[in-house]
């Protein structure tokens, strides 16, 4: 009851413009939003803007936080918001990229194969950047953010069902990919 009491009072001091409330929920969530935004992304780089995003925006909109959910989902939901409006900026940029790498490509020489990973977590985080934006959101809360189906829902703003499949497809390619990674080792 104490930190939920603490943390309603930081609520209601930032709203007053007190920003030293604010810093003080900042700290509090730092760790679980950088390492959500760390997840959907595979960056440290991107994940440290992102998550600053994150925070700017939740300030911004600190007045349309309802406390109908805890505070921690509604910043989820705002991160997962800032990474997927990443993620389509940068599939709009990398596909201007790749035009102008066609282009520009005149022996046709293919590129170089990166080099494989080393470390089982760096497989597991690229198996989790290969999965479509929703099923990685969905793992990410739910696995690494151990929200439970109903709170991962919540921040996503879709249906536990529409979670639980999510689930499902994403625990399947996974353990597809990275079984299959181990074999050709």
Same mark, same amino acid.
């Given at each position: 009851?104490?930190?939920?009491?603490?943390? =309603?009072?930081?609520?209601?001091?930032?709203?007053?413009?007190?920003?030293?409330?604010?810093?003080?929920?900042?700290?509090?969530?730092?760790?679980?939003?950088? &390492?959500?935004?760390?997840? !959907?992304?595979?960056?440290? $780089?991107?994940?440290?803007? #992102?998550?600053?995003?994150?925070? #700017?925006? $939740?300030? %911004?909109?600190?007045?349309?936080? +309802?406390?109908?959910?805890?505070?921690? @989902?509604?910043?989820?939901?705002?991160?997962?918001? @800032?990474?997927?409006?990443?993620?389509?900026?940068?599939?709009?940029?990398?596909?201007?990229? +790749? @035009?102008?790498?066609?282009? $520009?490509?005149?022996?046709?020489?293919?590129?170089?194969?990166?080099?494989?990973? &080393?470390?089982? /977590?760096?497989?597991?985080? *690229?198996?989790?950047? =290969?999965?479509?934006?929703? %099923?990685?959101? *969905?793992?990410?809360?739910?696995?690494?953010?151990? !929200? /439970?189906? $109903?709170?991962?829902?919540?921040?996503?703003?879709?249906?536990?069902?529409?979670?639980?499949?999510?689930?499902?497809?994403?625990?399947?390619?996974?353990?597809?990919?990275?079984?299959?990674?181990?074999?050709?080792?």
């Amino acid at each position: 009851m104490g930190a939920e009491h603490d943390e =309603r009072e930081g609520i209601r001091l930032s709203r007053e413009g007190r920003a030293e409330a604010f810093s003080e929920l900042i700290r509090q969530h730092q760790r679980m939003i950088h &390492s959500l935004t760390y997840r !959907m992304t595979g960056s440290l $780089a991107e994940a440290e803007d #992102l998550a600053q995003d994150t925070f #700017l925006r $939740a300030w %911004q909109h600190l007045d349309s936080f +309802q406390g109908e959910a805890k505070f921690s @989902t509604w910043l989820c939901r705002i991160a997962m918001n @800032t990474c997927l409006n990443w993620r389509r900026r940068e599939g709009r940029r990398n596909e201007v990229q +790749q @035009t102008w790498a066609n282009d $520009a490509q005149v022996d046709g020489a293919p590129h170089p194969a990166p080099a494989p990973a &080393s470390e089982l /977590n760096q497989r597991v985080q *690229a198996a989790l950047n =290969r999965l479509p934006v929703k %099923q990685r959101a *969905a793992i990410v809360l739910t696995i690494h953010e151990e !929200m /439970n189906h $109903a709170e991962a829902a919540h921040a996503l703003g879709c249906s536990e069902a529409t979670i639980s499949w999510r689930l499902f497809a994403a625990r399947t390619k996974l353990k597809r990919w990275l079984k299959t990674e181990v074999i050709d080792e």
